[in-house]
């Protein structure tokens, strides 16, 4: 059996891990969204997005994979399985998950602004949040930036190609804590209904997806993962 998982936010926030929809805490409660997910806002204020990501960087040593990571990544046992993530984390890899593509990038991946090459220099230690810390530069003289898609930003083609083939290619795709409205990657779970796939959501709250998949779990992904795939005979009849 070949199975694709598409993961969002709401998979990650199980494991205590903050969304952009969450009302952020302390130093960052005021922060404006754009601000610091946008090419425009690392243009103006470089220090203050390069603060924020490097804080999210290190804020996920203090979380792990919940219950739902661990499953998807224990059905590889029996089944090819892919996982397609709006996820900037490495949940999914630290719970066992082999195939994982990151359309939206990765807070562990960095690159320079200017010429594109992959660092993988020292970063500044952050044991708390600050307000403002200063890139490191490249030889080109360009800022290293995390390696993650801003607003406006093209997806990273190599990622894209390789969900879209693991969604075409799937006997059943499984989405999972995404609000589905995040385009393009919302529009994976047509394609797979479009090739006749079916397509199950988990996911607590009723999503813009819902009306067309075909069958909706009103759960949460440590809940229903675990043993999914062994109930999908009777779930699909």
């Given amino acids: 059996m070949r199975v694709t998982v598409l993961s969002g936010a709401g998979m990650s926030a199980e494991s205590g891990v903050p969304t952009f ?3 952020e805490t302390g130093l960052w409660a005021k922060v404006d969204p754009y601000e610091i997910s946008s090419s425009d806002g690392w243009r103006r204020h470089p220090e203050k ?29 029996g089944a090819e ?9 490495d949940l999914h890899e630290r719970a066992g998950s082999g195939q994982v593509h990151h359309v939206h990038g990765s807070l ?38 995390p390696d993650v898609v801003w607003f406006g930003e093209p997806l990273p083609s190599d990622q894209w190609d390789r969900s879209v083939e693991a969604v075409s290619r799937a006997d059943v795709a499984v989405v999972v804590g995404t609000s589905a409205v995040v385009y393009p990657a919302a529009g994976l779970p047509d394609l797979a209904l479009a090739h006749g796939i079916p397509v199950i959501e ?14 909706s779990l009103r759960e949460t992904s440590a809940t229903a993962l675990p043993g999914l795939l062994q109930r999908l005979p009777a779930l699909l009849g």
């Fill in 21 to 23: 929809r969450d009302v």
């Fill in 49 to 77: 997005v390069w603060a924020w990501y490097l804080w999210r960087h290190y804020m996920m040593k203090s979380v792990g994979p919940n219950d739902g990571h661990r499953a998807v990544a224990a059905w590889q046992d």
């Fill in 202 to 215: 988990v996911n607590p709250e009723e999503t813009p997806l819902s009306d067309r998949v075909t069958l």
């Fill in 81 to 89: 399985v892919h996982v397609v993530t709006q996820n900037v984390d």
């Fill in 108 to 145: 562990f991946s960095f690159r320079c602004d200017r010429c594109g090459v992959p660092y993988d220099g020292p970063l500044p230690a952050m044991p708390e949040p600050v307000e403002s810390v200063d890139p490191p530069q490249c030889r080109c003289g360009g800022l290293i930036r």
